[in-house]
């Protein structure tokens, strides 16, 4: 699971609630706005995030192995062409014994579309010999209002480089927002580059007073996206990875959330762990 869909836990609570719900590991949220006493929101209050220091990481690995969890990965937040913050969150990839990151690509700019392309290539290329020479795998996730909001564009930016260096997060609930592809379509165009998987669910709405729908987050099994269908999908295609929650939706407390899904999943599909474990 996402530690980032748990603003209201602490990194502790966090875990307890994760084996206490079943789940084999946690991807941890690192930033240096780790989250205060107030109101928790998923991107301006979290507290279920590590601080991109040593010392925070090592605690949360040491945790994690008291209570039997591994360390998925690091979800930092490191802007694309940041190569030294890039740098800083392998190191503590290495200690947090996790052997990958997440990274996104460029945003649009006033340059277009080939220009933060061209960034985008250029960056990751850097990011593999960074990924060579510290034994970390880094995931570029395919994210909305980022130049790679599909699996096609995600393809375009890492498909010239090695998978065991740079691979690509399948996330199809993003998709929903902006990007979507047929899954079976879309873990073709991936192949080996294929490393990792975010799992949610969305809909769309239509504003009370007219206009543009807007999308929101849902539980796991009331949205666009048929989610066993997905991870039938993946099995099927030889997917041996993590399978991540990382569920936005409010509809259920935090505690609850968790239970929820890994029965849902567990329910549907053969991985080990419903959430995260590997076959």
């Avoid at 998923?42 to 990481?57: A, S, V, Y």
């Avoid at 990924?131 to 375009?156: D, N, W, Y």
Wanted: charged content about 20%; overall charge negative.
């Amino acid at each position: 699971m996402c530690s980032a869909c748990l603003p209201e836990l602490t990194p502790g609570e966090a875990i307890e609630a994760a084996v206490a719900a079943g789940y084999a590991g946690i991807e941890w949220r690192v930033s240096a706005e780790a989250g205060s006493p107030g109101p928790a929101h998923f991107l301006t209050n979290n507290r279920c995030t590590l601080r991109p220091e040593e010392g925070d990481i090592r605690r949360a690995r040491e945790l994690c192995d008291r209570a039997g969890l591994a360390v998925i990965g690091l979800s930092g937040y490191v802007p694309a062409g940041d190569v030294q913050g890039v740098e800083q969150l392998m190191r503590l990839a290495a200690e947090a014994g996790t052997p990958r990151i997440r990274l996104w690509a460029p945003s649009m700019t006033d340059g277009g579309f080939h220009q933060a392309l061209g960034r985008g290539v250029e960056f990751f290329d850097k990011v593999a010999a960074l990924a060579g020479r510290f034994g970390v795998q880094a995931l570029l996730e395919m994210h909305q209002r980022t130049i790679c909001p599909s699996t096609a564009l995600a393809k375009q930016v890492v498909g010239h480089l090695p998978p065991h260096l740079v691979g690509v997060v399948y996330d199809p609930g993003n998709a929903v927002v902006e990007g979507s592809e047929d899954p079976r379509m879309a873990l073709q165009i991936l192949g080996e580059h294929l490393a990792h998987v975010h799992i949610k669910n969305a809909a769309f709405e239509r504003p009370e007073g007219g206009g543009p729908w807007r999308h929101r987050w849902t539980p796991m099994d009331d949205g666009v996206l048929d989610v066993p269908a997905i991870l039938r999908l993946l099995h099927d295609a030889g997917y041996c990875g993590w399978v991540s929650v990382e569920d936005f939706s409010t509809d259920r407390p935090p505690r609850e959330a968790l239970a929820f899904n890994a029965a849902y999943l567990r329910g549907h599909v053969s991985f080990q762990a419903a959430e995260g474990g590997q076959r």
